[in-house]
C-alpha cells in the first residue's frame, strides 16, 4: 500500500519551521506497513497545492494532507481537496455549534471567520480533533483515499490517533521485514557494489546512506522471501565490515565494553584526531560514569593494575606507509591493533580522516576488551 505525506504552509517551505510532521507520520505508517513514497511540501498557493495534490492521487493509495484547516484567508486546504475530487464544500451547522461550545469553555469566543472551518467536501468522514478547533477529514478519488489533518503538531497526533490509526491498524497490511547493517571502513559505493552483486536481481528494495563515517545497507525482505538466505548473502560480503545494526550510536559498543571496568582508572592518549575523540567521548557520556584522564601527548607515566590506558597514535607520519594503531594497556597488559597500514599516504591532518580513526578506535578498543574478558573468564 503506497502513501504520500503532502505538508501545506508557506512557513515549511521558507524554513520558518521544521516539518516534523511529515517524519512522525512516516514512522507511523511505516510502523503499520505502508510504503511512504513521497514528502512534498507546498507554500499556501491554491494553484501549488492543486497541482501537487492531483499529482499525488495518481501516484499512490493514501495521501495524508496536513496544514491549512484554520479559520484566516491563507487557510485553503479544504477547498483544494473539495476541487481535486470534484465535491461542493458543505456548511455543518452541528460543528459551527461545537466550536463555539469549545471555544466558551476555554474562554474564548467564536468569530465569522472561525464558519470557514465549519465547511467540508461533500461526502466525506469528518475527523475528530480531540486537541484543537480544527477537524480533519477523508474524501476519496477513485482509488485513492486522501486524509486530511491539521497542521499543529499536537493537533496532527491526536486526529491522526483518534480517527485513523484504528482503521489503519484494521488494514492488517503485510509488512516487509527491515534488515539493516552499520558498516565502518568501506565507502558507500563500496558496499553497494558488494551487496548488489550477492542479492541484486531478487527483486528487494536495497537502501544505502552515508553518515561518514559510517555507511548504512538497509534491505527490506517480503514476508513471501525467506530472509535466512539473503542476510547471510549480504553478511558473506560486508560482514567484516559490519559494527552494528542500526539502532542507536554504533560507538556504544565501546561504552558499554568500558562498563565492564567500573574499578579502573581510565586515562586516553590522542595523537591522531586533533580533539575528535574527546568530542565522540563526551557524546557517548564516557566522563559522566567514569573518572577519566586525557592527554594529547605519548607520556602518560606508569600504570598501575587497576589501571587502563586507551590509546591512538600513528607510528610514523613522514613514512609512506603510515601505520595507525589503538592500542590498550591494562595494567602492565599491552594490546595494539593496527587501524591502517596502506601503501599510500594518508593526510592525518584532514579532519575527515580524523573523525574516522577517532570512531575506528573506539570499535577497536572494544574488540579488545571484549577479547581481554574472554580471556580472564
Same mark, same amino acid.
Given at each position: 500500500m503506497k502513501a504520500a505525506i503532502f505538508t501545506i504552509g508557506t512557513e515549511v517551505v521558507d524554513g520558518e519551521?521544521?516539518?516534523?510532521?511529515?517524519? +512522525? /507520520?512516516?514512522?507511523?505508517?511505516?510502523?503499520?506497513?505502508? =510504503?511512504?513514497?513521497?514528502?512534498?511540501?507546498?507554500? !499556501?498557493?491554491?494553484?501549488?497545492?492543486?497541482?501537487?495534490?492531483? +499529482? /499525488?492521487?495518481r501516484k499512490v493509495d493514501?495521501?495524508?494532507? =496536513?496544514?491549512?484547516?484554520?479559520?484566516?484567508?491563507? !487557510?485553503?486546504?479544504?477547498?483544494v481537496v473539495a476541487d481535486v475530487v470534484g465535491k461542493k464544500l458543505v456548511y455543518s451547522e452541528e460543528?459551527?455549534?461545537q466550536l463555539g461550545e469549545n471555544y466558551r469553555a476555554r474562554g474564548f469566543t467564536v468569530t465569522e471567520d472561525h464558519k470557514q472551518q465549519c465547511y467540508f467536501p461533500e461526502n466525506c468522514t469528518k475527523l475528530e480533533n480531540p486537541v484543537g478547533s480544527a477537524l480533519g477529514f477523508v474524501s476519496e478519488i477513485q482509488d485513492t483515499?486522501?486524509?486530511?489533518?491539521?497542521g499543529p503538531p499536537s493537533e496532527l497526533k491526536g486526529v491522526f490517533a483518534h480517527g485513523v490509526e484504528p482503521g489503519i491498524q484494521a488494514l492488517r497490511l503485510k509488512k516487509a521485514k527491515l534488515v539493516k547493517w552499520v558498516c565502518l571502513g568501506i565507502t558507500e559505493s563500496g558496499a553497494a557494489e558488494k551487496v548488489e552483486e550477492a542479492i541484486g536481481g531478487r527483486n528487494l528494495e536495497i537502501g544505502y546512506r552515508a553518515d561518514i563515517p559510517y555507511v548504512h545497507?538497509?534491505?527490506?525482505?517480503?514476508?513471501?522471501?525467506?530472509?535466512?538466505?539473503?542476510?547471510?548473502a549480504v553478511n558473506g560480503v560486508i560482514g567484516e565490515f559490519s559494527v552494528g545494526t542500526g539502532t542507536g550510536d554504533p560507538g556504544r559498543v565501546f561504552a558499554e565494553?568500558?562498563?565492564r571496568l567500573p574499578d579502573y582508572r581510565i586515562r586516553f592518549s590522542d595523537l591522531l584526531s586533533g580533539g575528535q575523540l574527546i568530542a565522540r567521548l563526551g557524546d557517548l557520556n564516557v566522563f559522566d560514569t567514569h573518572s577519566a584522564g586525557f592527554s594529547n601527548t605519548s607520556e602518560n607515566g606508569s600504570l598501575n593494575e587497576k589501571s587502563v590506558l586507551f590509546s591512538?597514535?600513528?607510528d610514523d607520519r613522514e613514512s609512506v606507509r603510515v601505520n595507525v594503531r589503538a592500542?590498550?594497556?591494562?595494567?602492565?597488559?599491552?594490546?595494539?591493533?593496527?587501524?591502517?597500514?596502506?601503501?599510500?599516504?594518508?593526510?592525518?591532518?584532514?579532519?575527515?580522516?580524523?573523525?574516522?580513526?577517532?570512531?575506528q578506535a573506539l570499535h577497536a578498543w572494544a574488540r579488545i576488551l571484549r577479547e581481554m574478558n574472554s580471556a580472564s573468564e
Open positions: 519551521i521544521v516539518n516534523t510532521n511529515a517524519a +512522525w /507520520l512516516a514512522h507511523q505508517l511505516d510502523h503499520y506497513g505502508f =510504503s511512504v513514497t513521497h514528502h512534498i511540501s507546498t507554500s !499556501d498557493t491554491e494553484s501549488d497545492m492543486k497541482e501537487v495534490l492531483e +499529482w /499525488l492521487v493514501w495521501v495524508f494532507v =496536513s496544514g491549512g484547516l484554520g479559520p484566516t484567508s491563507d !487557510d485553503r486546504t479544504r477547498n460543528i459551527w455549534n483515499r486522501i486524509i486530511v489533518l491539521p545497507v538497509k534491505v527490506w525482505i517480503p514476508e513471501d522471501h525467506a530472509d535466512k538466505p539473503i542476510i547471510e565494553a568500558l562498563a591512538l597514535g600513528a592500542g590498550v594497556r591494562l595494567g602492565e597488559h599491552t594490546t595494539n591493533e593496527v587501524l591502517m597500514d596502506p601503501p599510500y599516504t594518508v593526510d592525518l591532518s584532514s579532519p575527515r580522516t580524523q573523525r574516522y580513526y577517532a570512531e
